[in-house]
């Protein structure tokens, strides 16, 4: 079993939708919580960062991390089409520097 | 400012064939991450640096692979008797100083295509 599940998609939606992107995981240790967007051919660049248990919201996107059942989501409201691109979920336990990367979702928002 | 840069960004070799990869981290970060990216899949990580030392080479997949990094600047993986397996995105990333809590810089990648 790997420690990071991701459904690799890929995730078509229209223009507006609400999109919904989620991560399992089987290791308790992870305390950091992060999602990466990565576009084709380029790397992955940062969007958004939690600790522990919660939501945190930045502008369109909302991150939410619920330990208690190893489940984090990221919420896309007012999809655009600039917003196609792999989302990478990734986590870090307490006391390491190794990130664990899940095999990341592919988001197709149509005109 | 100039973010991470990676030379080759594309690289074809034969299989046996030594390659080397070369990772120019953001100026002032010290600490600096390889990570393997294979198609369709996530990143898998390969080793970490902080400084010149590399605290954490749990990731290299086997003794074919090696990296080092002069001082805080450059780093290079050497890939060793290519497999048609290495075939893969490998990544850079740096960090100011390598916490949990930092945002790690990716740069753009090497394809390795290996024949």
């Known amino acids: 079993q790997k420690e990071v599940e991701q459904d690799p998609g890929p995730l078509s939606v229209p223009e507006g939708a609400i999109v919904s992107l989620n991560c399992t995981y089987s290791?308790?240790?992870?305390?950091?919580f992060m999602w990466y967007r990565q576009y084709s051919r380029k790397g992955p660049e940062l969007l958004m960062y939690?600790?522990?248990?919660g939501n945190k919201e930045d502008g369109r996107f909302t991150a939410q991390v619920d330990k208690s059942s190893k489940y984090i989501s990221l919420f896309i409201r007012d999809s655009q089409p600039s917003d196609s691109a792999t989302y990478l979920c990734?986590?870090?336990?307490?006391?390491?520097?190794?990130?664990?990367f899940g095999a990341g979702t592919r988001l197709f928002v149509k005109a | 400012g100039a973010g991470v840069s990676q030379s080759p960004s594309n690289k074809v070799t034969e299989k046996g064939k030594d390659v080397e990869l070369r990772c120019d981290p953001i100026s002032g970060h010290t600490a600096l991450y390889w990570y393997r990216q294979r198609l369709g899949q996530g990143l898998e990580f390969l080793i970490y640096?902080?400084?010149?030392?590399?605290?954490?080479k749990s990731g290299l997949p086997s003794d074919r692979f090696s990296a080092e990094r002069t001082g805080e600047s450059v780093s290079t993986l050497t890939i060793q008797r290519t497999q048609q397996e290495d075939s893969a995105v490998y990544l850079c990333a740096s960090s100011l100083e390598g916490t949990r809590k930092e945002t790690q810089y990716f740069g753009p990648g090497t394809r390795l295509l290996v024949l």
């Open positions: 939690t600790y522990s248990s």
């Open positions: 640096f902080q400084g010149n030392s590399a605290p954490d």
């Open positions: 990734a986590m870090t336990r307490t006391g390491g520097f190794k990130t664990i």
């Open positions: 290791n308790s240790a992870f305390q950091y």
